[in-house]
């Protein structure tokens, strides 16, 4: 029987190694029209459809009720006050519900808020356990340092892709990498998104519970993502290319005068690959969740459900029986018991 | 039968008729075109242009004084564009550190390991060597910092 880690471990591993093959071959054998200028456009072509075709099927979804999952008092008596946080946790104005949006987008709040349920040794009886409810902040540290640092890692590649480069693709970069060692300088995002990536790698490998949670399609991303940072890395320190050239190549993509440029290195279209499968996987993938915190029921939705009334767009038409139908009914029954009426004919 | 709910007492309902239509949209194109907006912004300035890339000048008097034939760089000219800060930076170590300035290429030609008064010797012109790819690829290099472009220098002097 084949082991379910194996197979959703090391398939996902095979899959990333192979388009690392398929990159390094095809460039040796001066495929560098195809690496270089037909691939990056289909990924950006299959990203935008993706993506527009995925959020076209959401939107066909109704969301007919609200789903106030919150942690804080609702609207209740005038004397009952709500402070600001209890404001943001449990909204009432649309005000409110962009505040608790932002904070899930920038500040990744309900990850910030993860518990984990652990058997811990108890101290008081040592020879027992006890169930413990603990704040794990971990996971939370791992995410927001993950994204922060791909976003700058994002933004700084913008010197690439624009002529003049935007002063703040500068600033970031001497920010990024003001400790100054090393030639070039190494830039931190660099390093923070490959040890916060490679955390959340270990993660779901070490710990059983999740490892026996985890599908090709978690390790997927994670070895995409990782192999990109890796062969940014590499070039970027160690298999310099003519990055000249490659600014030329980027150039004519961006402008839509595409050309083939000579006399760039294997390693810059191994990662220009993996980017580009990175960008065709997207749509399909659960790195959605992207565009999807945004449609999150749970989170940008008012908790009004106790003064709005939201109607079910597939209810079906119910047959009520009034009090007074049932009154016509069995009036004179009810008469001849003496139970009151409201009409006595 | 099979469009009907059911449980254990039998069929209690129709399956519901959800219209096929578009909810919210309003909200899901607003967000798609700021999306896509804020993605493309930076490729509208040049939208459609040609931005050639630059070539560094190498008519300096310096080189045009040479014979064809020794008109060479330190190294061959592939690696130096790709690791021409790297040799600069073992350069600095080995001189700053270990006070050595021989440096032997390719050849075993001997160079003095010097950037002012070997590379910018031949290559004088370094606006147009040195700062012109720099800024086309937003690299500012903190050679600048310590050495001195003493063409202009000597220049203003006079």
């Avoid at chain 1, 993996?274 to 915190?293: E, I, N, W």
């Avoid at chain 2, 493309?40 to 310096?62: E, R």
Wanted: proline share 6%; aromatic share 14%; with cysteine.
């Amino acid at each position: 029987m084949t082991d379910f880690f194996k197979l959703h471990f090391f398939v996902p591993l095979a899959a990333v190694l192979g388009l690392v093959v398929v990159a390094y071959v095809g460039v040796q054998a001066n495929l560098q029209l195809l690496f270089g200028v037909v691939v990056p456009y289909m990924a950006a072509l299959i990203f935008i459809e993706g993506m527009v075709y995925r959020l076209i099927q959401w939107t066909r979804s109704p969301v007919p009720f609200r789903i106030p999952t919150t942690a804080a008092q609702n609207k209740s008596l005038p004397w009952i006050e709500k402070n600001l946080g209890e404001k943001l946790d449990n909204p009432e104005t649309t005000k409110h519900v962009v505040g608790r949006m932002a904070l899930e987008v920038l500040a990744f709040r309900s990850l910030f808020r993860n518990t984990r349920t652990e058997l811990r040794q108890d101290p008081d009886h040592p020879e027992g356990a006890r169930l413990i409810h603990w704040s794990y902040k971990w996971l939370w540290l791992g995410a927001i340092a993950f994204h922060y640092a791909f976003l700058v890692v994002i933004l700084r590649h913008l010197r690439f892709f624009t002529e003049p480069v935007p002063g703040f693709v500068y600033l970031l970069d001497s920010v990024d990498g003001f400790l100054q060692f090393f030639v070039p300088v190494v830039y931190l995002s660099g390093l923070v998104l490959l040890v916060a990536a490679g955390y959340l790698l270990l993660r779901r490998i070490l710990r059983p519970e999740l490892r026996y949670i985890s599908l090709a399609a978690d390790y997927f991303p994670l070895f995409l993502i990782l192999s990109i940072a890796i062969t940014g890395i590499l070039m970027r320190y160690f298999y310099k290319v003519d990055i000249v050239a490659v600014k030329d190549l980027a150039l004519g993509l961006a402008t839509f005068k595409p050309k083939v440029v000579a006399g760039i290195g294997v390693i810059f279209y191994i990662h220009l690959f993996l980017v580009c499968v990175l960008f065709a996987y997207f749509p399909f993938s659960k790195l959605m969740h992207a565009p999807g915190v945004f449609l999150s029921p749970t989170r940008n939705l008012a908790c009004n459900s106790r003064w709005v009334r939201h109607v079910n767009p597939w209810n079906y038409p119910v047959k009520f029986h009034s009090y007074a139908e049932y009154e016509d009914k069995f009036r004179e029954a009810m008469i001849e018991a003496d139970i009151p009426v409201e009409k006595e004919s | 039968m099979d469009d009907k709910y059911k449980n254990e007492f039998g069929v209690f309902a129709e399956r519901p008729k959800v219209e096929k239509k578009i909810y919210d949209g309003k909200y899901i194109f607003l967000g798609l075109i700021i999306f896509f907006a804020v993605v493309t912004s930076p490729l509208w300035q040049n939208l459609g242009k040609a931005i050639p890339a630059p070539v560094p000048k190498l008519d300096t008097p310096a080189i045009q004084k040479l014979a064809e034939k020794d008109r060479k760089c330190v190294q061959p000219l592939a690696f130096m564009r790709a690791n021409h800060m790297q040799l600069l930076d073992t350069w600095r170590t080995e001189v700053v550190r270990g006070g050595n300035r021989d440096f032997v290429g390719p050849g075993g030609v001997k160079y003095t390991a010097s950037l002012q008064n070997t590379c910018l010797d031949c290559h004088s012109n370094k606006a147009q060597f040195c700062d012109q790819c720099h800024n086309y690829v937003a690299v500012t290099p903190t050679c600048w910092g310590c050495h001195l472009d003493m063409t202009q220098k000597l220049a203003e002097a006079k």
